[in-house]
């Protein structure tokens, strides 16, 4: 047996029926404070030095699974390597 129900909600009705916080008026400030941050710096201004500590946080993930992987092909390579040609 199949039951499909189609339920329409805006973003906001969705929101408040999962009891979800609402962070509008903290995206405002974040994003004010963002800009903020840009017209003070405009002559220095470096778009790295904002995006920074998530591209570290990023890139340290990835190699880490990177080396995850690296390892988990070794193993296989171990147990059923080239000793047998």
Same mark, same amino acid.
């Given at each position: 047996?199949?039951i499909s129900?189609?339920?329409?909600l805006?973003?906001e009705?969705?929101?408040?029926?999962?009891?979800l916080?609402?962070?509008?008026?903290? *995206?405002?400030?974040?994003?004010? *404070?963002f800009r903020k941050q840009m017209?003070?710096?405009?002559e220095?201004?470096d778009?790295m030095?904002?995006? *920074?500590p998530?591209?570290?946080?990023g890139?340290?993930s990835?190699?880490?699974?990177q080396?995850?992987f690296?390892?988990v092909m070794m193993q296989q390579?171990g147990?059923?390597?080239?000793?047998?040609?």
């Open positions: 047996m199949k129900i189609d339920i329409d805006t973003p009705e969705f929101r408040r029926t999962m009891g916080p609402d962070v509008t008026e903290l *995206q405002k400030e974040v994003v004010e *404070q017209a003070a710096g405009a220095g201004y778009p030095s904002l995006m *920074q998530y591209l570290n946080s890139l340290n990835m190699e880490a699974m080396k995850s690296f390892n390579t147990k059923t390597g080239d000793k047998d040609k």
